[in-house]
């Protein structure tokens, strides 16, 4: 049952998965970024700020392959019928999602080994890795509901690249992701923190005990709002055939 | 009931305040291969959505192999594989790829998924294409492919929605033939299409839907028998004497050209002896299910009849 189990996964990750293959050149574009962002911001800010990158990386990784990548990918399958070849065979939809997640790995990966590889060079405390990567898988999950829970409303679902790419650049490059709340004025710091992406971002300073404008409790408690109305949005649109 | 693969009683959808599908009513027998006939818009595709369990009916009630369609909907889709409506595969993928990775997504294992890929390629002549990805498939190929992962999965009941649509005759041939030999193998083959000549040609029972009721279901050849007429001549109007025969009930006007329908050769002979240029008549056919489709759905709108 077990095995039965991991080969439908594996078999909906491949066939998700295989484009990162077919057009390596998506992953060599989020190799460059990585890159570009990591000497600009070492050249500009030196070390405090790389370490802030690191962390940066996991929460933006996890928020783009579930923003852009999976919900990206499930609206395309609506379009192209894929959903329902799916639907009306023995995958189930927990199948179909985390088969969905592995195949958008390699997206992920582009952002996760740099940032590991930083992290090893700044010789950050690695017992905190299995929390860092936890507020990732979050972000993932948030993200993708978040972007879901607009696309499964579109009116037009041709048009879901333009509605999540400018989505995905509205959440992490103009709030405080890639630099610290501190710099905003007061009032800004309270009202971004409404973007979800920056109480990612300052529970994962937190952990890694770069200096925050919040408590953790307030960030935590962010994000279950923003977790539980989500899952809600994407509950009441996203059906397992019986429509 | 045993032997019914599917049964369908009173089966209605509807869309917000519109009614997609009204009133289906009919069953089909294990090891067929029956097809849904229609125009645009019958009904065809949401009864086949409803019955491939994508789709929930508004009224009425469907069975697929004994199971309830909305209870037991679990157990039906492992038994099941659908290729719905404007399914056009992953282009990213090779032929190869495709199935074999669609066969490991149902849970077959590696090696099993792989053999059955090899199987098929070759089944569907696309051997020398394997390796490819879709991108440099012709639409046929690309369409073989769909079709052949969905019929390689060995289902038991199997839904294919307008699968031959946009293809050659050839291509469409090549499709004709997996999926009869699917039926062979002892599978439930529901289609859609609304290619007369198709469902004529594969089917062995037609159901007949038409503004979401289903009007008849029988074999092609019974449908064909219910109508009155045995032949069909289509003649160029040109002349005065053709516009006049306009006036005959049996007959469809096509703009320039006309469609008689007569009941034996005796009245062909009649017909022709209207024309003083035999080369007006473009041709002299028995009639096929098309005919008869067009003849009861005209039966119905005008005489509001009732067709079992």
């Known amino acids: ?243 | 009931m045993d032997h019914f693969a599917i049964t369908v009683t009173d089966l209605g959808k509807k869309y917000d305040k519109t009614w997609g599908l009204k009133n289906a009513t009919f069953t089909m027998g294990k090891g067929e291969l029956a097809v849904l006939v229609g125009p645009n818009g019958a009904g065809k595709t949401t009864t086949m959505k409803i019955l491939a369990t994508l789709l929930k009916p508004s009224k009425g009630k469907a069975e697929v192999l004994g199971m309830d369609i909305v209870k037991d909907y679990k157990r039906i889709r492992k038994k099941m594989a659908c290729l719905p409506q404007g399914f056009g595969g992953n282009r990213n993928l090779t032929p190869m790829e495709t199935i074999r990775w669609s066969l490991v997504a149902r849970g077959w294992s590696l090696s099993d998924a792989k053999g059955q890929a090899i199987k098929w390629i070759e089944t569907v002549g696309l051997s020398d294409c394997k390796d490819r990805t879709g991108w440099t498939l012709s639409g046929g190929q690309q369409r073989k492919v769909v079709v052949s992962t969905v019929l390689a999965a060995n289902a038991e009941v199997v839904f294919l929605d307008e699968p031959t649509t946009g293809l050659d005759v050839e291509a469409r041939h090549a499709v004709w033939k997996i999926i009869r030999e699917t039926v062979a193998d002892g599978s439930t083959v529901l289609l859609t299409t609304h290619d007369m000549n198709e469902a004529e040609t594969i089917a062995d029972t037609a159901v007949l839907i038409n503004d979401g009721q289903t009007l008849v279901k029988g074999t092609p050849q019974r449908l064909v028998k219910m109508l009155p007429y045995q032949y069909r001549i289509t003649v160029k109007k040109g002349e005065q004497k053709s516009t006049s025969l306009l006036q005959i009930n049996n007959s469809i006007d096509l703009g320039d050209r006309v469609i008689f329908y007569t009941e034996n050769y005796r009245e062909i002979k009649g017909l022709m002896s209207n024309f003083t240029d035999l080369t007006n008549v473009v041709s002299v056919d028995r009639v096929g299910l098309e005919d008869a489709y067009l003849h009861l759905i005209h039966e119905v709108s005008q005489h509001g009849k009732k067709i079992n």
């Not at chain 1, 990206?72 to 192209?80: E, M, R, S, T």
């Not at chain 1, 501190?182 to 990612?200: A, D, F, K, N, Q």
């Open chain 1, 1 to 243: 049952m077990v095995k039965k189990l991991i080969r439908q996964i594996l078999g909906v990750a491949v066939l998700e998965g295989k484009v990162w293959q077919r057009q390596p050149l998506w992953i060599f574009q989020g190799i460059i970024t990585v890159l570009g962002l990591t000497i600009t911001l070492f050249a500009w800010g030196g070390g405090s700020a790389l370490r802030n990158l690191v962390i940066a990386f996991f929460v933006t990784g996890g928020w783009t392959l579930g923003l852009n990548i999976v919900a990206q990918n499930i609206g395309w399958d609506k379009v192209n019928f894929f959903y329902e070849h799916y639907v009306a065979s023995p995958i189930t939809l927990p199948i179909y999602f985390t088969g969905m997640v592995l195949g958008a790995m390699p997206i992920f990966l582009v952002n996760v080994i740099p940032a590991l590889i930083i992290f090893l060079i700044l010789a950050m405390d690695f017992s905190l890795m299995p929390s860092i990567l936890m507020l990732s898988v979050l972000s993932a999950i948030l993200g993708a509901f978040i972007s879901l829970s607009v696309i499964l409303r579109m009116k037009n679902p041709a048009n879901i690249s333009a509605i999540t790419n400018p989505l995905l650049t509205l959440t992490i490059m103009l709030p405080p992701i890639y630099y610290p709340l501190s710099l905003l004025p007061p009032i800004w710091r309270e009202i971004v923190l409404i973007v979800p992406t920056v109480p990612l971002m300052e529970l994962s300073r937190w952990l890694v005990h770069i200096p925050i404008g919040y408590t953790p409790i307030l960030s935590l408690t962010l994000l279950l709002l923003w977790l539980v109305l989500a899952t809600i949005l994407v509950l009441k649109k996203l059906n397992w055939g019986l429509e």
